[in-house]
Nanobody, 124 residues
Framework: QVQLVESGGGLVQAGGSLRLSCATS????????MGWFRQAPGKEREFVAG????????YYLDSVKGRFTISRENAKNTVWLQMNSLKPEDTAVYYC?????????????????WGQGTQVTVSS
């Protein structure tokens, strides 16, 4: 069992910033690749960012490149998503996910564990 708890969501104006955190427990954090996904009302869950077990490899949805940064610190069992220059279209529930096996970052079904999500709302 792996527990993931997201925090840091909230309401911001367009152009603002938020930093989401995902705290993990229950397993060896460094064994898991990590991802952030989001789901807006009426939309499918979509990949936002992923990070390799070592933290060296990072991957992003095209529309967030240059604005969002994913990072991890294995000693703290934590992964972050720094979100800058937020836009109204970034509004969604953001989920942290963990994947033990090799796979593809962008596919939700590749992940083994999910957090409960944190709401991000960006106003115009």
């Amino acid at each position: 069992q792996v527990q993931l708890v997201e925090s840091g969501g909230g309401l911001v104006q367009a152009g603002g910033s938020l930093r989401l955190s995902c705290a993990t427990s229950g397993r060896t954090f460094s064994d898991y690749a990590m991802g952030w996904f989001r789901q807006a009302p009426g939309k499918e869950r979509e990949f936002v960012a992923g990070i390799s077990r070592s933290g060296v490899g990072t991957y992003y949805l095209d529309s967030v490149k240059g604005r969002f940064t994913i990072s991890r610190e294995n000693a703290k069992n934590t992964v972050w998503l720094q979100m800058n220059s937020l836009k109204p279209e970034d509004t969604a529930v953001y989920y942290c996910a963990a994947r033990a096996a090799s796979g593809w970052y962008i596919i939700p079904n590749e992940y083994d564990y999910w957090g409960q999500g944190t709401q991000v709302t960006v106003s115009s």
